[in-house]
């Protein structure tokens, strides 16, 4: 029997209007929920709060252009499905789109019946992967605050820095596992006037690979748009 299609959070970065509220309607109408952007600039402005699932990404957008804005979702989001989907068709574009984390690259003009199939694909190829994070998922993970380790069942333990050790404790006690922006600054004693917040998600990230070289999956982490951070495991604290 088929698997139903997920609705997914989709978020479509697309600078050509007509193009953009075209494909935006089509999604939405294939049950999605779609929030339409038409720069790079707009993704922590505009995106609301909830972590997307799939992002759609133009390459020739004006400011930052679509390979950085690819590179730099894909390590803010780790499970997420990214589709590009660009006029431009060369090989070496499709294949630098791909390094930079893209799952497909479509060429435009694209169909809109194959744009949809491609993100329902990506929908259950997702939603398969968190069904089998969580069955996989209980209580293996323990973060030791004194001795500054994270460890997993089975596995050498990982050291931390303080920073770290506070930020996933913080995260851990949080509703929901979700911490702002500001409360991790908090947490670090920084101004976010001062501090941007690029430097924050290069911490970010580091620690998420250290929880993945420990044994979690590479989405433990996920970015919520506008909002701050999510861990998605079970941890214990001692």
Same mark, same amino acid.
Request: no cysteine; aromatic share 2%; glycine share 6%.
């Given at each position: 029997?088929?698997? /139903?299609?997920?609705?997914?959070?989709?978020v479509l970065v697309e600078d050509h209007d007509i193009l953009r509220l075209m494909l935006q309607q089509a999604l939405e109408e294939a049950g999605h929920s779609v929030v339409a952007l038409s720069c790079a &600039? &707009?993704?922590?402005?505009?995106?609301?709060?909830? /972590? /997307?699932?799939l992002f759609l990404i133009d390459l020739n957008l004006p400011g930052e252009d679509g390979l950085s804005l690819?590179?730099?979702?894909?390590?803010?989001?780790?499970?997420a499905g990214l589709i590009i989907v660009t006029a431009r068709s060369g090989l070496e574009d499709r294949? &630098?789109?791909y390094a930079r984390g893209a799952d497909l690259y479509l060429s435009k003009p694209v169909e809109v019946e194959e744009l949809c199939a491609a993100v329902a694909a990506l929908g259950?190829?997702?939603q398969r992967v968190e069904d089998l994070?969580?069955?996989?998922?209980a209580d293996d993970f323990t973060l030791h605050q004194q001795t500054l380790t994270l460890s997993k069942t089975g596995r050498e333990p990982v050291a931390l820095t303080a920073a770290e050790t506070s930020i996933l404790a913080a995260l851990a006690r949080a509703p929901g596992q979700r911490v702002s922006y500001w409360q991790i600054a908090e947490i670090l004693g920084l101004d976010?006037?001062?501090?941007?917040?690029a430097s924050? &998600?290069?911490?970010?990230?580091?620690?998420?690979?250290?929880?993945?070289?420990?044994?979690?999956?590479p989405g433990c982490i996920e970015s919520v748009r506008n909002q701050g951070y999510q861990l998605c495991i079970a941890l214990k604290l001692v």
């Open positions: 029997m088929a698997t /139903a299609n997920p609705r997914l959070n989709l &600039e &707009e993704l922590e402005d505009v995106a609301g709060g909830q /972590a /997307a699932d690819t590179e730099r979702v894909r390590a803010a989001y780790p499970l294949l &630098e789109g259950r190829r997702r994070i969580h069955r996989r998922l976010l006037d001062t501090y941007p917040k924050l &998600e290069v911490r970010i990230v580091r620690l998420r690979k250290k929880l993945v070289s420990a044994g979690a999956p």
